[in-house]
């Protein structure tokens, strides 16, 4: 057998304990797969002496992780670290300076700086993977990089964020409202004590990048992906949803539309949007992440599993270090840097969509006709209404709409006629109905 891929690793939080255990307990089988033993000989965390429930005793310590890069035994640098900038982003540059494969599973680095450090791994040849940075445990940038690598995408979409799909299923089976539901999230350990990233669809934003470079052969642009998160939506709009056939997700698309001139642009969009109870993504529950790509040959394929958790993400982060071990280098967005194509962001409003909207009304006369003459006038066309019930706290309405497919800035074209409005106590809610 040839020699064993040195690592170094550099974190030891969840998920770096995970990848410990998962290539002690799988050490011959991976061996096997790796046609080599993958052997950890160096590991950094900020806490030398805390008790992580693994045995470091035969693996060397660096109290500064930089340090992993330079070491003369070390192959390859695993960072599971986290955080765009800073020690992480520091250790990525170190390590592929130095002509040595990063493997990370760090999405916020890779949708910040990927580019840069795509062009340092190509530069010198080596590998730079982020299975793990994306889905968790879903083999789903392997899957467009090597599965679908033969079709022309034509979308792709999904729930890219466990947390969010959490607070939404639990807020569909239960009734209860966001507040409450992410507060159980916490206890949980479902949600973070700091749940921004994931509740404002920052994380998932990170993904849809990441996933979009791929599928479409596009340069990374994060700042492009408009990210709207759950914390608008209601107890009473997922009742409403489900009285309509649907429920709610947050959903990441990737899309390509001809802009003016008929160049392409890219669509990225995180929001959450009404699913049809028939779509296979309403039935993603609890944490789970899916993902659906649909290319031009292979037709519609659905990625499906653990979006996170120490087992199914340590599982992404060793399924890279064995294709770094079987020399499987590769170009880490599947086209060289230098060809991935600059893609203008899709400018918004072009859309044709149908459209579910939730009105918090005023109790009085009118109101209806008022809100139907601005659809009518912005060219909406209604096909359902459904006035139901007071809004939480009382006193006002709720009053639930879905619009026939159109272009988005008719809506929003409504809404601005509806600005101001003495009937409307409260900002509407506009989610789309996600396309079959
Ligand atoms: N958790 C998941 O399910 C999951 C899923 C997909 C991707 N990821 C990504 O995986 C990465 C790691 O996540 P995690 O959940 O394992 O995080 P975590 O549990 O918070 O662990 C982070 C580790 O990094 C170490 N660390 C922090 N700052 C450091 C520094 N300056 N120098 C050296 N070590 C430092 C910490 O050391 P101490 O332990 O000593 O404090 C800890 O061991 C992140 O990029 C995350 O986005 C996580």
Not at 193 to 216: M, N, Q, R, S
Request: glycine share 12%; with cysteine; charged share 25%.
């Amino acid at each position: 057998m040839a020699e064993p891929l040195r690592i170094g690793l550099a974190g030891l939080g969840t998920v770096g304990t995970g990848v410990v255990r998962l290539l002690e307990t799988n050490h011959d089988l991976i061996a096997a797969r790796a046609g080599r033993e993958l052997k950890i000989v160096a590991v950094s965390a900020r806490d030398r002496n805390r008790d992580r429930g693994i045995d470091l005793s035969g693996f060397a310590w660096e109290d500064d992780m930089a340090n992993l890069a330079a070491r003369g035994d070390v192959d390859v640098v695993v960072e599971l670290v986290g955080g765009s900038d800073g020690p992480a982003l520091e250790l990525a540059r170190k390590t592929l300076a130095r002509g040595k494969a990063l493997v990370t599973a760090n999405k916020a680095m890779i949708a910040h700086h990927g580019l840069e450090l795509a062009e340092a791994a190509e530069e010198r040849d080596v590998a730079l993977k982020f299975e793990a940075a994306v889905a968790g445990g879903i083999p789903v940038v392997k899957g467009l990089r090597e599965g679908t690598s033969a079709n022309a995408l034509e979308r792709i979409y999904g729930i890219l964020n466990g947390t969010c799909n959490y607070i939404l299923s639990t807020m569909e089976d239960t009734g209860a409202d966001f507040a409450e539901v992410l507060a159980d999230a916490q206890r949980l350990g479902y949600a973070e004590a700091d749940p921004t990233f994931d509740i404002e669809g920052v994380d998932a934003a990170h993904k849809l990048a990441i996933l979009a470079a791929i599928g479409f052969g596009a340069r990374i642009d994060f700042e492009a992906v408009r990210a709207t998160g759950i914390t608008s939506v209601g107890a009473a709009d997922i009742a409403q949803a489900d009285a309509l056939g649907y429920v709610i997700r947050l959903i990441a698309m990737a899309d390509v539309e001809p802009g003016e001139n008929g160049t392409p642009t890219l669509l990225q969009r995180v929001r959450p949007c009404l699913v049809s109870k028939e779509h296979p993504l309403s039935g993603v529950d609890g944490p789970t992440n899916a993902v659906v790509a649909e290319g031009n040959f292979s037709g519609r394929l659905l990625f499906q599993g653990a979006g996170a958790g120490e087992g199914p993400t340590a599982s992404a982060v060793v399924a890279d270090l064995i294709d770094i071990a079987r020399d499987e280098v590769g170009a880490p967005f599947s086209i060289p840097v230098a060809q991935l194509k600059a893609m203008p962001p899709t400018e918004s409003g072009h859309r044709i969509e149908s459209t579910y909207i939730r009105f918090t009304v005023a109790d009085r006369p009118g109101v209806l006709a008022e809100i139907t003459a601005a659809m009518r006038d912005a060219g909406v066309s209604i096909e359902s209404l459904i006035q139901k019930g007071r809004a939480e706290g009382g006193g006002d309405v709720l009053v639930a709409m879905v619009t026939h497919e159109g272009p988005e800035r008719s809506v929003r074209a409504a809404l601005e006629l509806l600005d101001g409005s003495e009937s409307l106590t409260a900002q509407p809610l506009v989610l789309p109905i996600l396309r079959d």
